[in-house]
T-cell receptor, first 114, second 113 residues
Framework: NAGVTQTPKFQVLKTGQSMTLQCAQD?????MSWYRQDPGMGLRLIHY???????DQGEVPNGYNVSRSTTEDFPLRLLSAAPSQTSVYFC?????????????FGPGTRLTVT | GENVEQHPSTLSVQEGDSAVIKCTYS??????FPWYKQELGKRPQLIID?????GEKKDQRIAVTLNKTAKHFSLHITETQPEDSAVYFC????????????FGPGTSLSVIP
């Protein structure tokens, strides 16, 4: 099992550019989420999904879009990058319906917007 | 929505001493409280969790206590070791299939040899 994978590991964007951060998991987890991590602010939830075709907003959704067309993939789209979106982005997944609610995190994507 | 606060933001202890990190939450419907550890440059990993029907849970040197009336829960690490140095995050959720998990801002723990 690869677990949760994220690409790219690093990315530099100019203000106004758009891009997609990729996230995939091979554990057949129903629940997937995106967090951003900024110094002193912990992990803030951007969007989450409880299954294919179902997404919902988290704490800081503005400027980001998500979709969940398959159980495995949960891409995060930045529509028009801004310097305030400079951060480390983590994707996570967990089993939703039964058992442990432990979230498994990907390795992260470090994004810089200039 | 849920709001999770965490204190202290930084904590230094001597090796062998105990460390305590405290969190409060706002949503009385929350009933699942996990703790994650993040070592420098790595991803967060679950170290222990507790549900609202349990007041305390232990796993070797770590323990978590929960006070639902006061809406706070704490992480206790005994006999600290240098490898315990990391950032620790508490979190809260309703623990159902369809609920989001909200994290606190984190505590940076340094264990001094």
């Amino acid at each position: 099992n690869a677990g949760v994978t994220q690409t790219p590991k690093f990315q530099v964007l100019k203000t106004g550019q758009s891009m997609t951060l990729q996230c995939a998991q091979d554990m057949n987890h129903e629940y997937m989420s995106w967090y951003r991590q900024d110094p002193g602010m912990g992990l803030r939830l951007i969007h989450y999904s409880v299954g294919a075709g179902i997404t919902d907003q988290g704490e800081v959704p503005n400027g980001y879009n998500v979709s969940r067309s398959t159980t495995e993939d949960f891409p995060l789209r930045l529509l028009s990058a801004a310097p305030s979106q400079t951060s480390v982005y983590f994707c996570a997944s967990s089993r939703a319906l039964t058992g442990s609610h432990e979230q498994y995190f990907g390795p992260g994507t470090r994004l810089t917007v200039t | 929505g849920e709001n999770v606060e965490q204190h202290p933001s930084t904590l230094s202890v001597q090796e062998g001493d105990s460390a305590v990190i405290k969190c409060t939450y706002s949503d009385s419907a929350s009933n699942y409280f996990p703790w994650y550890k993040q070592e420098l440059g790595k991803r967060p990993q679950l170290i222990i969790d507790i549900r609202s029907n349990v007041g305390e849970k232990k796993d070797q040197r770590i323990a978590v206590t929960l006070n639902k009336t006061a809406k706070h829960f704490s992480l206790h690490i005994t006999e600290t070791q240098p490898e315990d140095s990391a950032v620790y995050f508490c979190a809260a959720s309703q623990g159902t299939s369809y609920d989001k998990v909200i994290f606190g801002p984190g505590t940076s723990l340094s264990v001094i040899p």
